[in-house]
C-alpha cells in the first residue's frame, strides 16, 4: 500500500513541474529580453519597476515579462535638447 502512494505522489509532483515548465515557457528573463530587444539589463529592469511592460511579474527579487510583451516607446530625450540646460 505503502508503495502505491509513493508512485501517487511521485506521479503528482511530476506533473506539478511540467505544468510550472509550461508556465514559465511563456516569460523571458530580464537577460533574455534585453539581449531580443537590444538594451541593457539595467534598462529593462526599470522598465519592469516603472510598468512600462505590460504583463510584467516580479517573483522575489526576479522578474518575469510575458514572451509576447511588445518592447515599449523609449520615452527618453535623446536629441540633446537638454545639453547645457543649466548655462542657458
Request: charged share 30%; proline share 2%; aromatic share 10%.
Amino acid at each position: 500500500m505503502l508503495e502505491h502512494q509513493d508512485d501517487h505522489v511521485a506521479s503528482s509532483d511530476a506533473l506539478f513541474f511540467m505544468e510550472v515548465d509550461k508556465t514559465m515557457d511563456a516569460f523571458m528573463t530580464i537577460k533574455e529580453t534585453a539581449s531580443l530587444w537590444n538594451l541593457t539589463e539595467r534598462r529593462v529592469q526599470k522598465m519592469c519597476s516603472d510598468g512600462l511592460i505590460e504583463g510584467v511579474q516580479k517573483f522575489g527579487n526576479s522578474w518575469a515579462i510575458p514572451r509576447e510583451a511588445k518592447r515599449p516607446k523609449d520615452g527618453r530625450v535623446t536629441t540633446g535638447q537638454y545639453r547645457n540646460w543649466r548655462k542657458k
